[in-house]
């Protein structure tokens, strides 16, 4: 069994708003160990974001609230932590790489500036040479010549700003990194960069990764573990193995239909019918069931339980005990 | 083949910048059948959106010819431009900035109708409205609803629906379903498959995903900084790509397969370089991993390589350059 670095237990969290109360996630369980890269994928509104946002205790204040379950992180319940130690383990032991680069870096700073901030708030006690240093080194680390950090994010392009917000993530040596669509806003030539830049980095550091995406294709290529996430609950979990080889969960199954193949000609394509339901009114039973194509009674009323086998969890009716239920 | 309905010639779209011409769109020439899906794919800043947007004289282009059912539409005056427009539609990328947010679903669909005067009483109105609906596969209990009311699916059916009003032959899709997640973009793309059938429609289907281009088109332009580099129909593309931009296009697209994992990928250097001045030569020779001191002087004329197979790459059209 390989060290388990952040665990998270029947994660509930809900937003308060006008009159209604959304509940983004529902029960959420999950297990990433040291060294490894889990894919979080969904669609939409599945609540991927609030999920990485609730391990950063970045949820919107006020309005967001984490109404129950925990999240263990090595060793130490963040829920519990105060608002001072989170500061120090927020871009140290934990960073975040945002989805759209052109608005996650301050437009009226350099680069080099922002790379620095991070170094600074993190590391009392060094002097202004060696931190300098550290960014020159950071910015080479990401494929950005040194001479460029006293340059504004406007000068870079989209993929080299995405660059330069993961040299801020990296300055620290989280231990975990949380990527939320990183590569979404990019070309595909920039997105084969970038991945391959990632893939070289997470080792060479033995960083664990949690990467947030709706794109199958970048899991497939980036990740050991995958969690599909519906309506803020994990539906199916695996190795990358099990779930492309052999996907259990209807929803899961839809998605790798839903895709146009590479290989081969489809005349149609089979699309999931139907839409996420509303985070405000959830669907009683199973969240799924009224986009199902194999829905049972059973699945209107009763929410089902994970079911596991061999490292591989389902939470369908479909599977485990009360199949005979059904 | 007399059925060619849309025929472009030489066109080239420059805008003014202040640090030079910026040449969004440099000598591209195409043609499409009536009834065929013609792919243009390439990444952000090639052009390939403003091929669609002067095609259809949103915006007017710097020269070239672009005939539509024989006729150069660049010669009719812009004033008369509006009868011939209801031929031509446009699909737009982003269904939550493209509807109007003060009206509702069966306002928005009958403004087209209402402006090229195709509904002869308010009754016949209502009728048309609820007729395109129900084409785009719109319940009808939306007629009332505002579009923040819709999710993003439902709103790109109303721009569908916008542009099927006027009956149109020719439509051109920016990034129909780019904003959509899988799940609805398949809807999306079913939809416009069966559109095409039922209405025998003629498609330019922008985009920059190659899974989607190659699902619905019959014949895929690659472009890269304004200029077509690859032209042919979309199995051979696939089969024997011959342009080394095409090469690496297929190579950096994530299969969502775990075995594909192991696959040597083709990694571009660099990043797209600016389109304002470009210096003569292929455009492409300073991301290119073969490209020779030549290139940057070689004139890159779209050849044919066989059966209608058409690529700008010197060296492979020198026979330098062979895969395999």
Not at chain 1, 129 to 136: A, G, N, Q, R, T
Not at chain 1, 203 to 231: K, Q, W
Request: net charge negative; charged share 20%.
């Amino acid at each position: 069994m390989s060290e388990r670095l952040l665990e998270i237990r029947d994660l509930e969290v809900q937003y308060l708003t006008m009159g209604s109360t959304v509940r983004a996630v529902n029960g959420l369980s999950l297990v990433l160990n040291k060294g490894e890269t889990l894919g979080v994928v969904g669609e939409t509104g599945a609540g991927k974001t609030t999920l990485a946002l609730s391990i950063m205790q970045l949820l919107p204040k006020k309005i967001g609230r984490i109404a129950g379950g925990s999240i263990v992180f090595a060793g130490q319940s963040i829920l519990d932590a105060s608002a001072r130690e989170m500061r120090s383990v927020r871009g140290d032991e934990i960073a975040m790489i945002f989805q759209d680069p052109m608005t996650s870096l301050n437009p009226v700073m350099t680069i080099g500036d922002q790379v620095a901030e991070m170094l600074e708030l993190h590391s009392e006690g060094r002097d202004k040479k060696e931190i300098s240093d550290k960014v020159d080194a950071l910015l080479e680390m990401v494929g950005i010549p040194a001479e460029r950090k006293e340059e504004y994010p406007h000068q870079f392009s989209g993929g080299m700003r995405q660059r330069v917000v993961i040299a801020i993530a990296l300055a620290c040596n989280p231990t975990l990194l949380i990527a939320d669509e990183p590569t979404t806003a990019l070309d595909v030539t920039i997105q084969a960069q970038v991945l391959e830049m990632m893939e070289d980095l997470k080792t060479r550091l033995n960083t664990s990764m949690l990467l947030i995406t709706h794109d199958l294709g970048v899991v497939a290529a980036m990740c050991d573990s995958v969690a599909v996430m519906y309506a803020g609950r994990i539906i199916e979990y695996g190795s990358v193995d099990q779930i492309f080889e052999s996907p259990l969960h209807p929803y899961t199954i839809g998605l790798f239909n839903a895709i146009p193949s590479l290989e081969g000609k489809t005349h149609r394509l089979i699309p999931i019918e139907g839409l996420m339901p509303n985070p405000a009114e959830l669907p009683q039973g199973c969240s799924f069931h009224p986009r199902c194509t194999k829905c049972m009674e059973v699945c209107r009323h009763q929410s089902p339980p994970d079911f596991d086998e061999g490292g591989h969890t389902v939470a369908c009716h479909l599977f485990g005990a009360d199949k005979e239920g059904a | 083949m007399d059925d060619i309905i849309l025929d472009v010639r030489n066109l080239k779209k420059y805008f003014p910048t202040p640090h030079g011409m910026l040449h969004a769109v440099d000598d591209v020439s195409l043609s499409i059948c009536k009834g065929q899906t013609l792919g243009l794919v390439g990444e952000s800043g090639c052009g390939k959106s403003t091929i669609g947007r002067t095609i259809l004289r949103l915006i007017e282009p710097t020269s070239g010819e672009i005939y539509f059912e024989g006729s150069n539409i660049l010669e009719v005056p812009k004033s008369q431009f509006k009868s011939m427009r209801r031929n031509m539609q446009f699909i737009f990328q982003d269904p939550y900035s493209s509807i109007n947010p003060r009206l509702t679903v069966s306002q928005s669909i009958a403004e087209p109708l209402i402006v090229n005067k195709l509904a002869s009483s308010k009754r016949e109105l209502h009728e048309l409205v609820l007729h395109y609906m129900e084409m785009v596969g719109l319940d009808h209990r939306l007629a009332s609803a505002y579009p923040h009311e819709l999710d993003g699916g439902r709103r790109q059916r109303i721009g569908i629906a916008r542009a099927l009003s006027v009956r149109p032959r020719f439509i051109v899709c920016d990034e129909p379903v780019s904003a959509l997640d899988v799940s609805i973009q398949a809807q999306i793309l079913n939809l416009l498959q069966d559109l095409q059938e039922q209405l025998d429609l003629t498609y330019i289907f922008v985009t920059h995903n190659l899974s989607v281009v190659k699902h619905i088109s019959n014949e895929i332009a690659v472009m890269y900084l304004g200029q077509i580099v690859e032209k042919c129909r979309t199995e051979e593309l696939f089969e024997r790509p011959l342009h080394p931009y095409t090469r690496a296009l297929l190579s950096a697209i994530l299969v969502p397969s775990p075995k594909a994992r192991n696959k040597k990928r083709e990694i571009l250097k660099g990043e797209i370089t600016s389109p304002i001045n470009p210096a003569p030569g292929c455009r492409f020779a300073k991301r290119c991993n073969y490209a020779t001191a030549a290139c940057a002087e070689a004139g890159c004329e779209l050849r044919d390589m066989g059966g209608g197979h058409m690529t700008s790459c010197a060296r492979v059209n020198a026979g330098e350059l062979k895969w395999d």
